[in-house]
Structures are given as structure tokens and as C-alpha cells.
């Protein structure tokens, strides 16, 4: 796991940081705000800490920008503010919780592991995409055919989860082009079937039964129910 500590009082983030690693966590710092929404942009945190009074951009401003950017991320609130309204406000902006400074670190602790379980109860079940006895998995862009990985480029890999997310419909040539590639700097009069032919190679070459399919004139399906 790894956690994004955003506090300007040096003492208090590397007591944090040194506290976290201790109980296995993997821990980055930033001392003021605009190099914490720097980190937030480059790295994806499990739960960023995030100090509400901060040099160069403030906790409630970053939290707002985050929240819009990404939203999946979990943050939890350092502040001195203590009245009602102050902790309505973060959570209204989309904090997951807060804890009020003076704190012990065991608390910081307790509510990371708590924000932590929420959030893996409140995650859906993974979709894996399979057709007859190909996978492929979104999450992790990892394929298999009969149980055997299948490396695939971005472009290829992204041609199979189409064709996947449409198992048995016909999909043309310019269904393709409009939907996976987006400059027409990329595009050539052949790339479509060109990129198809790599990808049977990937998926079908050396098992009886293919399963990426032409459909002359018209474009390309992904069947299991195709006899050849």
C-alpha cells in the first residue's frame, strides 16, 4: 500500500511517515501543497494525508482538485479545525475522514485501516471478459488463452476488449478506426486488417478452434459459434 503524506510541519509528516513504514506501508511526503498535487498527479496513492492548512495551495483546495481528477482516490484530513462546521465542509468536498491534530499516531493508523476497508467492501466484483477459453481482464490487461498468457501491445489489446465487450456482433472497419485510434496521422488504408492479422496470430494461431472471425464486406466478430 502506498500512502502520500502532505504536511507543511516537517516533525509531525516524518513522525507519520516513519510510523507508517514501520507497520509496512509505503510512504512518499510533500511539505507544501503544490508539490503534494504534483505527487497526486504522478503517482497513484492508496490514502493521501492531506494537511488542511498548507504554503502554495491549501488541503481544501487539493481535495476539491483531486476529488474532480481522481476520484477513486482516498484521502484523509489532517487539520487543526475542530468545530462542526470545518469537518462538514472536508466532508462535503469529498474527504473520506479526518482526524484533529493533537494526534496519536495509532489513531492515523486506525482510520487508514478503516478508510481501507471500506473502500475494498464498497469495490465491485472484477470483470474478467471470456469468451469460450480467452480472458482477458481489464484491471490488470492480462490475457489468457487456455490458461496461457498472451502478450499483446496496447493497440492489440485494445482491438481484443472491444471485440470482447461485443462478443457476436459484426464490428466494421470504421467502428474501429472511429473508436481506437484517435489521430488520423495513425491511421493507413490497411492498419485495421493489419492489426487483425497480428492479433489471430496472438490469439488464435495453434488452437483448433478461432476465434476472431471476417465477415466479408462487413467487418469482424469474435465468436466461439463459428465453424471453420
Known amino acids: 500500500m502506498k500512502i502520500l503524506v502532505v504536511e507543511d510541519e516537517q516533525a509531525i509528516a516524518k513522525n507519520i511517515a516513519e510510523y ?4 509496512d506501508f509505503t510512504v512518499d511526503i510533500a511539505f507544501d501543497g503544490t508539490t503534494g498535487w504534483e505527487k497526486i498527479r504522478k503517482t497513484k496513492y492508496d490514502v493521501i ?53 493533537p494526534f496519536q499516531l495509532k489513531e492515523v493508523l486506525a482510520r487508514i485501516q478503516a478508510i481501507l476497508r471500506r473502500r475494498a467492501k464498497a469495490q465491485p466484483k472484477r470483470l474478467i471478459l471470456k469468451i ?11 490475457v489468457k488463452r ?7 501491445t496496447k493497440k492489440l489489446f485494445q482491438i481484443l476488449e472491444f471485440l470482447m465487450r ?4 459484426v464490428i466494421s472497419k470504421s467502428e474501429l478506426e472511429e473508436t481506437l485510434w484517435d489521430s488520423e496521422a495513425e491511421l493507413w488504408s490497411d492498419v485495421v486488417r493489419s492489426h487483425i492479422q497480428k492479433l489471430r496470430e496472438k490469439v488464435d494461431k495453434g488452437y483448433d478452434k478461432p476465434l476472431i472471425h471476417t465477415i466479408h ?4 466478430k469474435l465468436s466461439a459459434n463459428i465453424d471453420n
Open 217 to 220: 464486406g462487413t467487418g469482424y
Open 132 to 142: 469460450a477459453d480467452l480472458s482477458l481482464d481489464p484491471q490488470t490487461q492480462i
Open 49 to 101: 494525508l492531506l494537511d488542511w492548512m498548507l504554503p502554495g495551495m491549501d488541503g481544501l483546495q487539493i481535495l476539491a482538485m483531486t476529488r474532480r481528477e481522481f476520484p477513486d482516490r482516498a484521502i484523509l484530513m489532517l487539520t487543526a479545525k475542530d468545530t462542526l462546521d470545518d469537518k462538514v465542509s472536508g466532508l462535503n468536498v469529498g474527504a473520506d475522514d479526518y482526524v484533529v491534530k
Open 166 to 169: 461485443n462478443p457476436e456482433r
Open 20 to 23: 507508517l513504514r514501520g507497520h
Open 146 to 152: 487456455g490458461g496461457k498468457d498472451v502478450k499483446l
